[in-house]
């Protein structure tokens, strides 16, 4: 289950049916003009347990994922979300799409539930790009991807057949800002991790010492989980982790000078767990310098012991453990 402010998001079940039928008949009028010809069955529970058995399927396929909206205090379904045309290999990419009760338009929900499934389709599917179309006049759909972090790439001239025309929609898109290390990138990411490092006022004896643990070579890229941060072609940080399941460990996690202090940090921190969780890694075991402690306890981590440091003879560093299961990037279990 995804959680949100005020919402949460789960994937729709075929025992779904009901409720989603009553979405659409309730919302019949305000939904027309802005979707596909829908035959008369389509406001039936028979037709839509058939949808949901087959977006159950299409998600088994790594196809579709389909979410829905509920309000938390009653959980009554108000929303429907999906990720569909999902293309792996060199794209990574799917488009979304998503309806809200009209009752329940102007409070947020839907630009809360699309940050949401954007993060889940970026930090768990490990999607790059995400897209999106918009009939001009939907101005309060406009504002959602702009308020959820999608830019305006263009216009599709009458590419989708609406109530017997083809109309034109506005294409927006989000571009996955985490990707994965390439094995090349070793010495810019260690010359960051040191560059980093230097912030909490080492010296260059210091540095010199930690130099050797903090080089990533092109073996280390290509056997652990090294994943950057680069939304404009400027690495912002990066992490990296290594092990065998239960538990993982934490090798780095560095953000570059010119970045702290811009949640870069934490955004690298929630895709680490995120894909660590998907990998089956039920924790992370981690080596902290003491002056990242207070992030690392921040982000719900716990201090287990001490541990040498593998570069500085007779210094002691905080060990520190986190439990996946706590929760991964407002996805729980």
Same mark, same amino acid.
């Given at each position: 289950?995804?959680?949100?402010?005020?919402?949460?998001?789960?994937?729709?079940?075929?025992?779904?049916?009901?409720?989603?039928?009553?979405?659409?008949?309730?919302?019949?009028?305000?939904?027309?003009p802005y979707s596909i010809e829908r035959p008369e069955a389509f406001y039936t529970v028979e037709y839509q347990q058939e949808l949901l058995r087959a977006d159950l399927a299409a998600r088994e396929a790594d196809?579709?994922?389909?979410?829905?909206?509920?309000?938390?205090?009653?959980?009554?379904?108000?929303?429907?979300?999906?990720?569909?045309?999902?293309?792996?290999?060199?794209?990574?990419?799917?488009?979304?799409?998503?309806?809200?009760?009209?009752?329940?338009?102007?409070?947020?929900?839907?630009?809360?539930?699309?940050?949401?499934?954007?993060?889940?389709?970026?930090?768990?599917?490990?999607?790059?790009?995400?897209?999106?179309?918009?009939?001009?006049?939907n101005l309060g759909s406009v504002r959602v991807l702009e308020k959820a972090g999608f830019h305006r790439e263009g216009l599709n001239k009458k590419n989708v057949l609406i109530r017997g025309r083809w109309a034109?929609?506005?294409?927006?898109?989000?571009?996955?800002?985490?990707?994965?290390?390439?094995?090349?990138?070793?010495?810019?990411?260690?010359?960051?991790?040191?560059?980093?490092?230097?912030?909490?006022?080492?010296?260059?004896?210091?540095?010199?010492?930690?130099?050797?643990?903090?080089?990533?070579?092109?073996?280390?890229?290509?056997?652990?989980?090294?994943?950057?941060?680069?939304?404009?072609?400027?690495?912002?940080?990066?992490?990296?982790? =290594? /092990?065998?399941? !239960?538990?993982?460990? @934490?090798?780095? &996690?560095?953000?570059?000078? +010119?970045?702290?202090?811009? #949640?870069?940090?934490?955004?690298?921190?929630?895709?680490?767990?995120?894909?660590?969780?998907?990998?089956?890694?039920?924790?992370?075991?981690?080596?902290?310098?003491?002056?990242?402690?207070?992030?690392?306890?921040?982000?719900?981590?716990?201090?287990?012991?001490?541990?040498? =440091? /593998?570069?500085? !003879?007779?210094?002691? @560093?905080?060990? &520190?453990?986190?439990?996946? +299961?706590?929760?991964?990037? #407002?996805?729980?279990?």
């Open positions: 289950m995804l959680t949100g402010k005020g919402i949460d998001l789960r994937f729709l079940e075929e025992s779904d049916a009901a409720a989603v039928v009553a979405l659409n008949q309730r919302n019949r009028e305000f939904f027309e196809q579709k994922y389909a979410f829905g909206v509920f309000l938390q205090a009653s959980q009554e379904l108000i929303g429907v979300l999906s990720l569909t045309e999902i293309i792996r290999g060199p794209y990574q990419s799917a488009w979304l799409g998503y309806y809200l009760d009209k009752a329940h338009n102007g409070r947020g929900y839907t630009t809360e539930a699309v940050r949401r499934v954007v993060k889940y389709a970026f930090q768990v599917l490990q999607l790059h790009r995400i897209d999106a179309g918009v009939m001009p006049h034109d929609h506005l294409h927006f898109a989000v571009v996955n800002p985490i990707r994965r290390a390439r094995a090349d990138e070793g010495p810019v990411l260690t010359d960051l991790a040191l560059r980093s490092k230097a912030v909490w006022g080492y010296d260059a004896s210091f540095l010199d010492a930690c130099r050797a643990e903090l080089t990533l070579t092109p073996d280390d890229i290509r056997s652990s989980e090294v994943f950057v941060m680069e939304p404009d072609d400027e690495i912002q940080g990066f992490y990296a982790f =290594s /092990g065998e399941t !239960p538990v993982a460990r @934490l090798n780095f &996690l560095y953000v570059h000078p +010119d970045c702290v202090r811009r #949640g870069v940090g934490s955004l690298l921190w929630e895709h680490a767990v995120a894909n660590a969780r998907r990998l089956g890694f039920r924790g992370f075991s981690i080596d902290s310098d003491p002056h990242a402690e207070s992030f690392y306890l921040k982000m719900g981590a716990q201090r287990v012991g001490e541990v040498p =440091s /593998g570069s500085i !003879p007779g210094r002691m @560093l905080p060990l &520190l453990r986190y439990d996946t +299961d706590n929760a991964v990037a #407002g996805w729980v279990s």
